[in-house]
């Protein structure tokens, strides 16, 4: 690809597909193994209505992550800044873009949700891919049963949201079509998201094939739960070891650069910058205060 995306004019439905034929291409090249999730191959399978992708994402095992990511590097492709508070917001993946190109590269490396250990995950859901011809190239991307699974999760993090719900309402009509229910099962089951997929296989699985439910994980009630990034800190804050309390409440109070550059890779981090980022900050705070609130009375529930 001799000429840049950004010379070439692309949009950014364009640089999505054209995206996954570039990072199946540095996977290739590296011996890495790679497949791609949501986006267009999940319009192709028929899980999604069609929609434009605003990026390209892309699962990779563990310990090929900086692998992966050091060949995009090579072509100019640079990690985006995120909020360094992983104890209120869990990584899962690495956001990378490029000046050139018109939509940036999620690098999964896990999915929330998910509970079992992130290699094996990834092991579990390579056996259940299949290649899929997309911009003229074979990539691999989840056999519909997979990709069910991924969609659901990705919608139930958020299932408050009417794209959330149109989503697996949609799912929810195919799977029943062609009858994946205990495929779906399956999978969620052996990758450890019983306890995150519950409200969605509660309304498919019939009672009699319906599994022990596990609790879900700290990390996943909470992702449900926290609708406002105030919500994520103050969770994290209250469930966090004493010890590691103040440091957190500072953070929260005077946050890093990497936090206002992970909401706008262009924000202002000068002094003066600095200083209106901080007002808006508060802004949103005092705004979000009542969702805030009661986010955290359905945790005390």
């Known amino acids: ?15 999505v597909l054209l995206g996954h034929a570039l990072v199946a291409r540095v ?15 999940s319009v192709q399978l028929g899980l999604r209505k069609p929609k434009i992708s605003n990026d390209v994402d892309v699962f990779v095992a563990p310990a090929d992550l900086e692998l992966l990511l050091d060949g995009l590097r090579e072509r ?16 899962h993946s690495v956001t990378v873009d490029h000046p050139d190109w018109p939509c940036c590269i999620d690098v999964h490396y896990r999915f929330p949700g998910m509970e079992k250990h992130a290699g094996e995950c990834f ?11 997309l911009t003229g190239q074979q990539v691999r991307v989840p056999t519909k049963a997979l990709g069910i699974v991924i969609l659901v999760l990705h919608a139930l993090r958020a299932p408050h949201l009417a794209e959330s719900r149109q989503e697996l309402d949609y799912i929810t009509a195919m799977v029943q079509q062609e ?41 996943w009630r909470n992702r449900v739960l926290a609708r406002e990034p105030g919500s ?22 005077a946050p890093k650069s990497e936090t206002f550059l992970g909401g706008d890779i262009y924000a202002d981090v000068s002094f003066s910058g600095r200083l209106g980022l901080h007002r808006a900050r508060w802004s949103r705070f005092l705004k979000a205060l009542p969702q805030i609130i009661k986010d955290f009375s359905h945790y005390r529930a």
């Open 1 to 15: 690809m001799g000429e840049s995306a950004g010379e070439a004019g692309l949009s950014v439905a364009e640089g």
């Open 27 to 41: 996977a290739e090249d590296l011996g890495v193994r790679v497949f791609f999730i949501k986006g267009p191959a």
């Open 76 to 91: 100019g492709w640079r990690a985006r800044p995120v909020d360094p508070d992983g104890r209120a917001f869990p990584k």
């Open 123 to 133: 092991e579990l859901m390579w056996v259940h891919t299949q290649e899929l011809l």
């Open 179 to 219: 009858q994946l229910e205990s495929e779906v099962l399956d999978l969620s089951t052996r990758a450890g998201a019983l306890a995150a997929m519950r409200p969605y296989l509660e309304s498919v699985v019939p009672g009699e094939e319906a599994p022990v439910w596990p609790a879900p994980s700290t990390e």
């Open 232 to 253: 994520a800190r103050l969770l994290a804050l209250v469930q966090a070891p004493w010890p590691a309390k103040p440091g957190m409440l500072w953070r929260s109070v």
